[in-house]
Protein backbone atom coordinates (compact mmCIF):
# COMPACT_ATOMS: atom_id res chain seq x y z
CA UNK A 1 0.00 0.00 0.00
CA UNK A 2 1.63 3.14 -1.06
CA UNK A 3 1.28 6.15 1.56
CA UNK A 4 0.33 9.36 0.28
CA UNK A 5 1.16 13.03 2.53
CA UNK A 6 -1.68 15.54 1.82
CA UNK A 7 -0.06 19.07 1.86
CA UNK A 8 -1.63 22.57 1.23
CA UNK A 9 1.75 23.71 0.06
CA UNK A 10 2.70 24.83 -3.85
CA UNK A 11 4.66 22.12 -5.52
CA UNK A 12 7.78 23.09 -6.40
CA UNK A 13 10.15 21.89 -9.37
CA UNK A 14 12.92 19.29 -8.72
CA UNK A 15 16.06 17.66 -10.09
CA UNK A 16 15.76 13.96 -10.20
CA UNK A 17 18.56 12.33 -8.21
CA UNK A 18 20.53 10.05 -10.24
CA UNK A 19 21.12 6.71 -7.51
CA UNK A 20 22.94 3.51 -8.66
CA UNK A 21 21.27 1.88 -5.84
CA UNK A 22 18.10 -0.83 -6.96
CA UNK A 23 14.62 -0.32 -6.34
CA UNK A 24 14.13 -0.63 -2.40
CA UNK A 25 11.88 -3.63 -3.40
CA UNK A 26 14.16 -5.90 -4.99
CA UNK A 27 15.19 -8.44 -2.32
CA UNK A 28 18.91 -8.85 -2.11
CA UNK A 29 19.76 -12.60 -3.26
CA UNK A 30 22.21 -15.05 -1.61
CA UNK A 31 23.57 -17.73 -4.30
CA UNK A 32 25.86 -20.67 -3.18
CA UNK A 33 29.11 -19.02 -3.55
CA UNK A 34 28.15 -15.53 -1.30
CA UNK A 35 27.41 -18.32 1.49
CA UNK A 36 29.57 -17.00 3.77
CA UNK A 37 28.13 -13.43 3.72
CA UNK A 38 24.66 -15.19 4.32
CA UNK A 39 26.35 -16.85 7.41
CA UNK A 40 27.90 -13.89 8.80
CA UNK A 41 24.41 -12.08 7.85
CA UNK A 42 22.75 -14.27 9.99
CA UNK A 43 24.84 -14.44 12.30
CA UNK A 44 24.20 -11.02 12.96
CA UNK A 45 20.54 -11.39 13.29
CA UNK A 46 20.92 -14.28 15.69
CA UNK A 47 22.85 -12.21 17.70
CA UNK A 48 20.21 -9.68 18.15
CA UNK A 49 18.22 -11.62 19.96
CA UNK A 50 14.80 -11.00 17.86
CA UNK A 51 14.82 -14.29 16.05
CA UNK A 52 12.09 -16.70 17.02
CA UNK A 53 13.14 -19.23 19.57
CA UNK A 54 13.45 -22.08 17.57
CA UNK A 55 16.38 -20.96 15.72
CA UNK A 56 18.91 -21.57 17.90
CA UNK A 57 22.01 -21.39 14.99
CA UNK A 58 22.80 -19.17 12.06
CA UNK A 59 22.85 -22.34 9.56
CA UNK A 60 19.30 -22.73 10.38
CA UNK A 61 18.69 -18.94 10.36
CA UNK A 62 20.44 -19.02 6.47
CA UNK A 63 18.29 -21.80 5.42
CA UNK A 64 15.29 -20.26 6.20
CA UNK A 65 16.29 -17.05 4.50
CA UNK A 66 17.71 -19.30 1.45
CA UNK A 67 13.77 -21.36 2.08
CA UNK A 68 12.14 -17.68 1.89
CA UNK A 69 14.00 -16.77 -0.92
CA UNK A 70 12.46 -19.01 -3.19
CA UNK A 71 9.38 -17.54 -2.66
CA UNK A 72 10.24 -13.71 -3.38
CA UNK A 73 10.33 -13.26 0.63
CA UNK A 74 12.46 -10.72 2.27
CA UNK A 75 14.74 -12.02 4.75
CA UNK A 76 12.99 -10.74 8.23
CA UNK A 77 9.47 -12.08 7.02
CA UNK A 78 11.24 -15.65 6.04
CA UNK A 79 12.41 -15.38 9.81
CA UNK A 80 9.55 -14.35 10.88
CA UNK A 81 7.19 -16.85 9.60
CA UNK A 82 8.69 -19.88 8.05
CA UNK A 83 8.59 -22.78 10.29
CA UNK A 84 10.60 -25.54 10.09
CA UNK A 85 8.45 -28.94 10.98
CA UNK A 86 9.52 -32.40 11.00
CA UNK A 87 12.14 -31.58 8.06
CA UNK A 88 9.64 -29.75 6.64
CA UNK A 89 9.06 -25.79 5.71
CA UNK A 90 5.90 -24.60 6.14
CA UNK A 91 3.73 -20.93 5.76
CA UNK A 92 0.97 -19.46 7.58
CA UNK A 93 -2.30 -20.08 5.69
CA UNK A 94 -2.37 -16.22 5.77
CA UNK A 95 1.26 -15.83 4.03
CA UNK A 96 -0.07 -18.86 1.72
CA UNK A 97 -3.25 -15.91 0.49
CA UNK A 98 -0.88 -13.12 0.65
CA UNK A 99 1.53 -14.93 -1.94
CA UNK A 100 -1.04 -15.91 -4.49
CA UNK A 101 -2.63 -12.22 -4.22
CA UNK A 102 0.74 -11.14 -5.40
CA UNK A 103 1.92 -13.46 -7.93
CA UNK A 104 -0.82 -14.54 -9.54
CA UNK A 105 -2.42 -10.97 -11.18
CA UNK A 106 -6.22 -11.23 -10.81
CA UNK A 107 -6.42 -13.80 -8.04
CA UNK A 108 -9.23 -14.07 -5.92
CA UNK A 109 -10.40 -16.02 -2.85
CA UNK A 110 -14.29 -15.37 -1.46
CA UNK A 111 -15.60 -17.37 1.38
CA UNK A 112 -19.02 -18.39 0.80
CA UNK A 113 -19.79 -20.54 3.97
CA UNK A 114 -17.69 -20.63 7.45
CA UNK A 115 -19.74 -22.34 10.61
CA UNK A 116 -18.42 -24.49 13.15
CA UNK A 117 -19.39 -27.52 10.97
CA UNK A 118 -18.39 -25.94 7.59
CA UNK A 119 -16.45 -23.88 5.25
CA UNK A 120 -16.53 -23.44 1.69
CA UNK A 121 -14.27 -21.15 0.01
CA UNK A 122 -14.05 -20.07 -3.98
CA UNK A 123 -10.96 -19.42 -5.33
CA UNK A 124 -10.66 -17.76 -8.80
CA UNK A 125 -7.64 -17.30 -11.28
CA UNK A 126 -7.96 -15.46 -14.69
CA UNK A 127 -8.56 -17.95 -17.09
CA UNK A 128 -10.07 -20.57 -15.55
CA UNK A 129 -13.06 -21.35 -14.44
CA UNK A 130 -14.17 -20.56 -10.32
CA UNK A 131 -13.25 -23.64 -7.75
CA UNK A 132 -15.26 -23.99 -4.74
CA UNK A 133 -13.06 -25.83 -1.96
CA UNK A 134 -14.77 -27.48 1.45
CA UNK A 135 -12.99 -28.48 4.60
CA UNK A 136 -16.16 -30.04 7.22
CA UNK A 137 -16.23 -31.47 10.49
CA UNK A 138 -16.57 -34.63 9.14
CA UNK A 139 -12.88 -34.39 7.16
CA UNK A 140 -11.40 -32.87 10.83
CA UNK A 141 -12.89 -35.93 12.16
CA UNK A 142 -11.45 -37.74 9.87
CA UNK A 143 -8.34 -36.83 10.33
CA UNK A 144 -7.83 -37.09 13.95
CA UNK A 145 -8.27 -33.28 14.88
CA UNK A 146 -10.97 -32.74 16.61
CA UNK A 147 -10.02 -33.43 19.95
CA UNK A 148 -6.82 -31.40 19.54
CA UNK A 149 -6.64 -28.28 21.93
CA UNK A 150 -6.53 -25.68 18.87
CA UNK A 151 -10.00 -27.07 17.61
CA UNK A 152 -11.64 -27.32 20.42
CA UNK A 153 -10.93 -23.72 21.20
CA UNK A 154 -11.82 -22.27 17.46
CA UNK A 155 -13.72 -25.24 15.59
CA UNK A 156 -15.18 -22.20 13.36
CA UNK A 157 -11.31 -20.60 12.55
CA UNK A 158 -9.65 -24.00 12.13
CA UNK A 159 -11.98 -25.29 9.56
CA UNK A 160 -11.87 -21.92 7.76
CA UNK A 161 -7.40 -21.93 7.52
CA UNK A 162 -7.95 -25.57 6.48
CA UNK A 163 -9.89 -24.57 3.68
CA UNK A 164 -7.92 -22.05 2.46
CA UNK A 165 -4.75 -23.98 2.32
CA UNK A 166 -5.47 -26.98 1.13
CA UNK A 167 -7.45 -24.78 -1.34
CA UNK A 168 -4.83 -22.79 -2.74
CA UNK A 169 -2.62 -25.66 -3.17
CA UNK A 170 -5.11 -26.70 -5.29
CA UNK A 171 -5.34 -23.60 -7.15
CA UNK A 172 -2.31 -21.53 -6.89
CA UNK A 173 0.51 -24.62 -6.73
CA UNK A 174 2.84 -22.29 -8.68
CA UNK A 175 2.58 -18.83 -6.53
CA UNK A 176 2.68 -21.42 -2.76
CA UNK A 177 5.09 -24.15 -3.97
CA UNK A 178 3.13 -26.87 -2.77
CA UNK A 179 3.86 -25.52 1.24
CA UNK A 180 1.62 -26.35 4.26
CA UNK A 181 0.83 -24.74 7.29
CA UNK A 182 2.40 -26.23 10.29
CA UNK A 183 -1.02 -27.14 12.39
CA UNK A 184 -1.14 -29.49 9.26
CA UNK A 185 2.23 -31.02 9.86
CA UNK A 186 2.11 -30.85 13.60
CA UNK A 187 -1.80 -30.95 14.89
CA UNK A 188 -0.79 -30.33 18.58
CA UNK A 189 1.27 -27.14 17.85
CA UNK A 190 -0.50 -23.63 19.43
CA UNK A 191 -2.16 -22.21 16.48
CA UNK A 192 -2.13 -18.12 15.77
CA UNK A 193 -5.96 -18.17 15.44
CA UNK A 194 -5.17 -14.63 13.18
CA UNK A 195 -2.88 -15.98 10.72
CA UNK A 196 -3.16 -19.70 10.99
CA UNK A 197 0.91 -20.21 11.61
CA UNK A 198 2.36 -20.65 14.45
CA UNK A 199 1.36 -18.90 18.19
CA UNK A 200 3.97 -16.51 18.84
CA UNK A 201 6.49 -18.03 21.24
CA UNK A 202 5.32 -21.33 20.11
CA UNK A 203 9.25 -23.60 19.76
CA UNK A 204 9.13 -27.01 17.81
CA UNK A 205 11.67 -29.22 16.86
CA UNK A 206 12.66 -29.20 14.15
CA UNK A 207 14.82 -32.20 11.85
CA UNK A 208 17.82 -31.30 13.51
CA UNK A 209 16.56 -32.48 16.88
CA UNK A 210 15.37 -35.76 14.97
CA UNK A 211 18.78 -36.09 14.02
CA UNK A 212 20.11 -35.67 17.02
CA UNK A 213 17.92 -37.93 18.20
CA UNK A 214 19.67 -41.21 15.77
CA UNK A 215 23.36 -39.60 16.31
CA UNK A 216 23.19 -38.39 20.11
CA UNK A 217 22.83 -41.36 22.61
CA UNK A 218 20.50 -40.26 25.55
CA UNK A 219 22.78 -41.45 27.84
CA UNK A 220 25.29 -39.15 30.21
CA UNK A 221 28.75 -38.52 27.80
CA UNK A 222 31.07 -41.23 27.79
CA UNK A 223 34.10 -40.85 30.35
CA UNK A 224 36.93 -39.48 29.29
CA UNK A 225 39.73 -41.44 26.99
CA UNK A 226 42.87 -42.13 28.66
CA UNK A 227 45.97 -42.35 26.15
CA UNK A 228 49.20 -43.51 27.24
CA UNK A 229 51.62 -40.98 26.84
CA UNK A 230 55.80 -41.09 27.50
CA UNK A 231 57.39 -41.62 30.60
CA UNK A 232 54.33 -44.30 31.44
CA UNK A 233 52.46 -41.26 32.23
CA UNK A 234 48.47 -41.44 30.85
CA UNK A 235 46.94 -38.43 29.23
CA UNK A 236 43.03 -37.99 30.01
CA UNK A 237 41.85 -37.08 26.84
CA UNK A 238 38.27 -35.13 26.93
CA UNK A 239 35.38 -35.91 24.84
CA UNK A 240 33.38 -33.02 23.11
CA UNK A 241 30.39 -31.87 25.46
CA UNK A 242 26.53 -32.06 24.63
CA UNK A 243 26.53 -28.43 23.50
CA UNK A 244 29.28 -29.64 20.68
CA UNK A 245 28.13 -32.21 19.49
CA UNK A 246 24.56 -30.67 19.00
CA UNK A 247 26.22 -28.08 16.86
CA UNK A 248 27.83 -30.66 14.62
CA UNK A 249 24.72 -31.83 14.08
CA UNK A 250 22.86 -28.89 12.98
CA UNK A 251 25.80 -28.68 10.91
CA UNK A 252 24.98 -32.04 9.33
CA UNK A 253 21.76 -30.27 8.80
CA UNK A 254 22.90 -27.07 6.96
CA UNK A 255 25.61 -28.60 4.56
CA UNK A 256 23.21 -31.84 3.69
CA UNK A 257 25.44 -34.21 5.41
CA UNK A 258 23.23 -37.39 5.89
CA UNK A 259 22.97 -39.49 9.54
CA UNK A 260 24.45 -42.34 7.80
CA UNK A 261 27.45 -40.91 5.64
CA UNK A 262 28.35 -38.59 9.11
CA UNK A 263 28.43 -42.40 10.74
CA UNK A 264 30.06 -43.52 8.45
CA UNK A 265 32.56 -41.44 8.37
CA UNK A 266 33.41 -41.44 12.25
CA UNK A 267 33.34 -45.18 11.87
CA UNK A 268 35.97 -45.14 8.71
CA UNK A 269 38.41 -41.91 10.30
CA UNK A 270 37.85 -42.47 14.01
CA UNK A 271 36.84 -46.17 14.44
CA UNK A 272 33.49 -44.60 16.43
CA UNK A 273 30.11 -45.28 15.94
CA UNK A 274 28.12 -42.52 17.89
CA UNK A 275 29.07 -38.18 18.99
CA UNK A 276 29.30 -38.89 22.46
CA UNK A 277 32.63 -40.66 21.10
CA UNK A 278 34.32 -37.93 19.76
CA UNK A 279 37.47 -36.61 21.24
CA UNK A 280 38.09 -32.76 21.68
CA UNK A 281 41.50 -33.48 19.37
CA UNK A 282 39.13 -33.97 16.47
CA UNK A 283 36.18 -31.91 16.78
CA UNK A 284 37.42 -29.06 14.37
CA UNK A 285 38.84 -31.43 11.82
CA UNK A 286 35.03 -32.88 11.91
CA UNK A 287 33.35 -29.44 12.20
CA UNK A 288 35.56 -28.68 8.33
CA UNK A 289 34.44 -31.95 6.94
CA UNK A 290 31.40 -31.11 7.74
CA UNK A 291 31.42 -27.68 5.80
CA UNK A 292 32.97 -29.09 3.22
CA UNK A 293 29.91 -31.16 2.29
CA UNK A 294 30.79 -34.16 3.63
CA UNK A 295 34.27 -34.40 1.27
CA UNK A 296 37.79 -34.70 2.43
CA UNK A 297 39.50 -31.28 2.36
Given at each position: MTNQTSTSLKSVDTIPIQSEDPPRNEIERFTPSRMGNLLTFAEGLLKSGFLPAAIRTKEQAAAIILTGQELDLPPMLSLREVNVIQGKPTLSAQLMLTLAYTRIPGFRMNVIESTDTRCVMEFIRPGQKPYQHEFTSQDADALKLLDKDNWKKQRKTMLRWRCAASGLRVTAPDAIAGFYTAEEINPDLEVNYQTGGLAEGEVVKTSVTTLADDLMPKRVDAK?????????????????????????????????????????????????????????????????WIRNGGETI
Open positions: PAAEPVQNGEIKVEEFITRDERMDLVNLCESFGVSKDRFLAYLSDTYQIHTTAEIKRSAFEAIRS
